[in-house]
């Protein structure tokens, strides 16, 4: 089905946006990413993301069970040429009278990468018994190179770099921005690998996302 196209600001009426989606609001809770698809498949320049949501959550509210928790899982847009989110659920959250809110990403980790790092071990040291993993692009003294050396320890180097399997899956798994501006590089060498399965799924999509 094609999807009429709306500005921002029509998709900030509440009845336009209902209309867009063609859900009424009173059943867009727990449907986070799912409305979130849905309305930025309307906005030109837009990408649904999911995450985890950091902020209060009222206890009297349809998530009043969440309130104990560190974070709840949520979907939101984000924009290519403004530096707002649009996120239609956040009232879910509140409590509060059907909105669609427009502001700063300030309760908003895309990708769930902060409880990643919190939850991150250090990362393993080498092993040559292990499956050996070979970043072709990664040769001596190149960026890249110098990027991934600073995140694996005693990884090995001949004409390019490598790392063991279980290097492999941490780094898959470190926080985003620790890999940072060569997620898209060392995301590319795992699937070269057939280890593309150890990337987190929001985490891949952030790094090809067309902007």
């Known amino acids: 089905m094609t999807r009429e196209l709306a500005t921002v600001e029509q998709a900030l009426d509440i009845k336009q946006a209902e ?16 409305i979130a698809c849905a309305l930025s498949a309307c906005l030109p320049n837009s990408a649904p993301v999911y995450g985890h949501w950091l902020g209060p959550v009222d206890a009297e509210g349809w998530w009043g069970t969440a309130v104990a928790r560190p974070f709840v899982q949520h979907g939101w847009i984000l924009f290519k040429d403004r530096p707002e989110i649009m996120d239609p659920t956040r009232f879910s959250f509140e409590n ?6 427009l502001g700063p990403p300030d309760h908003y980790d895309e990708g769930g990468n902060i409880w990643r790092d919190q939850a991150a071990r250090p990362c393993p040291r080498f092993d040559h018994t292990l499956k050996i ?8 003294n190149s960026a890249l190179s110098r990027h991934l050396n600073c995140l694996v320890p005693s990884i090995r180097m001949e004409k390019c770099l490598m790392i063991d399997v279980k290097q492999a899956f941490w780094l898959a798994n470190a926080h985003y921005g620790r890999l940072e501006p060569f997620a898209k590089e060392i995301y590319l060498g ?10 987190p799924h929001d985490n891949w999509e952030r790094a090809f996302r067309k902007w």
């Open 190 to 199: 795992l699937e070269a690998a057939d280890l593309m399965a150890y990337v």
């Open 133 to 140: 993993i070979r970043f072709e692009e990664a040769t001596p």
């Open 96 to 101: 509060a009278k059907p909105y669609i809110y």
């Open 19 to 34: 209309r867009l989606v063609d859900i009424p609001p009173a059943q867009w809770h727990g449907r986070c990413y799912e």
